[in-house]
T-cell receptor, first 112, second 112 residues
Framework: KAGVTQTPRYLIKTRGQQVTLSCSPISGHRSVSWYQQTPGQGLQFLFEYFSETQRNKGNFPGRFSGRQFSNSRSEMNVSTLELGDSALYLC???????????FGSGTRLTVV | GENVEQHPSTLSVQEGDSAVIKCTYS??????FPWYKQELGKRPQLIID?????GEKKDQRIAVTLNKTAKHFSLHITETQPEDSAVYFCAASISGNTPLVFGKGTRLSVIA
């Protein structure tokens, strides 16, 4: 059974650009969550999608957005990139409310 | 919203000794408490979780205890080995309803 797949693994972008990250959950998992991981702040929740609907949203500016497709794949977009957006972006999926989250390997975004 | 505090931030133990990491949470409605292990450059992996209807759970050398009254839970690793060296994160949520809120992590070093 394939795990959570995130693409790309690494990205380097310039300030002001925008970026789209992709996450394919474990087959059958309909819930996808996104987290930002930085050395100083740890794992910060961005948003959660379930059956194409955003169920929860963290305290991030509107530059951060996401969506989920009918096949449960999810994308997150960051517009007008800032240096502080440099981080590891992790996606996690779960199969039901009583199951744990499985994380992908993440996309490491560097903004220069 | 939920707030999770984790201590200590770093922990060094001799191989074979025990390690204990403690977390406190603020929302008394939280009922799901997982622990994740993240090795350098890798994704967080779920190692054990506990729900509020039990006070303790064990899996080989790893155990988690939960004190709902005091709103704290702890990870216990016995007979530590060098491969236990990693960053450990605790988290809390209201299962099925709210996202996981993570502690800032504990960097465990097991010295051979």
């Amino acid at each position: 059974k394939a795990g959570v797949t995130q693409t790309p693994r690494y990205l380097i972008k310039t300030r002001g650009q925008q970026v789209t990250l992709s996450c394919s959950p474990i087959s059958g998992h309909r819930s996808v969550s996104w987290y930002q991981q930085t050395p100083g702040q740890g794992l910060q929740f961005l948003f959660e999608y379930f059956s194409e609907t955003q169920r929860n949203k963290g305290n991030f500016p509107g530059r951060f957005s996401g969506r989920q497709f009918s096949n449960s794949r999810s994308e997150m977009n960051v517009s007008t990139l800032e240096l502080g957006d440099s981080a590891l972006y992790l996606c996690a999926s779960r199969g039901g409310v009583s199951t744990g989250y499985t994380f992908g390997s993440g996309t490491r975004l560097t903004v220069v | 919203g939920e707030n999770v505090e984790q201590h200590p931030s770093t922990l060094s133990v001799q191989e074979g000794d025990s390690a204990v990491i403690k977390c406190t949470y603020s929302d008394s409605a939280s009922n799901y408490f997982p622990w994740y292990k993240q090795e350098l450059g890798k994704r967080p992996q779920l190692i054990i979780d506990i729900r509020s209807n039990v006070g303790e759970k064990k899996d080989q050398r790893i155990a988690v205890t939960l004190n709902k009254t005091a709103k704290h839970f702890s990870l216990h690793i016995t007979e530590t080995q060098p491969e236990d060296s990693a960053v450990y994160f605790c988290a809390a949520s209201i299962s099925g309803n709210t996202p996981l809120v993570f502690g800032k992590g504990t960097r465990l070093s097991v010295i051979a």
